[in-house]
């Protein structure tokens, strides 16, 4: 019996040493990506352009993430400063905390010089004055190109 017990206290520190790994290791992978631009969005569908903050424009990929309310994302366009673009439709609902997949950006030189999103914002404004549903904040997120430059 005492074998037994050994044997369970053994799995349980094993169990717990692979789920604190795997929480460092999302940790670090949440770090890779960094706010490149912000967007509050109306109780409307419209298309909105937001241009990345100074610093931020090279990146790999981005990503959006929902902050604040519930928003359908109909499309995203990233204009890059050489004049190519990439277009990504259909990225769906994302409800407060949740993020869209990555968005692969157009390789090469050049660096993004502007993102337009395409989206519905679920709720109205009179449900908004009562606070029953707030507006929709979105955060564009970029994963940083990598810098392979010794």
């Known amino acids: 019996?005492?074998?037994?017990?050994?044997i369970a206290k053994q799995s349980a520190i094993l169990c717990l040493t692979l789920a604190m790994?795997?929480?460092?290791?999302?940790?670090?992978?949440?770090?890779?990506?960094?706010?490149?631009?912000?967007?509050?969005?109306?109780y409307k569908a419209e298309v909105d352009t937001v241009k990345p903050h100074n610093?931020?424009?090279?990146?790999?990929?981005?990503?959006?993430?929902?902050?604040?309310?519930?928003?359908?994302?109909?499309?995203?366009?990233i204009n890059m400063k050489?004049?190519?673009?990439?277009?990504?439709?259909?990225?769906?609902?994302?409800?407060?905390?949740?993020?869209?997949?990555?968005?692969?950006v157009p390789k090469g030189e050049s660096t993004i010089s502007s993102i337009e999103?395409?989206?519905?914002?679920?709720?109205n404004q009179k449900l908004g004055l009562v606070g029953v549903s707030k507006k929709g904040k979105i955060e564009v997120l970029g994963r940083k190109a990598d810098d392979k430059s010794d």
């Open 117 to 123: 999103l395409s989206y519905d914002s679920v709720g």
């Open 1 to 6: 019996m005492s074998q037994m017990k050994q």
């Open 82 to 104: 050489d004049g190519e673009s990439k277009s990504v439709d259909n990225l769906g609902v994302l409800t407060e905390g949740m993020s869209s997949r990555a968005i692969s």
């Open 21 to 42: 790994s795997l929480t460092t290791m999302l940790a670090f992978a949440a770090d890779d990506w960094i706010t490149i631009a912000e967007k509050t969005v109306d």
């Open 55 to 77: 610093s931020e424009k090279k990146v790999d990929s981005i990503k959006l993430k929902c902050t604040q309310g519930t928003v359908n994302l109909k499309q995203v366009v």
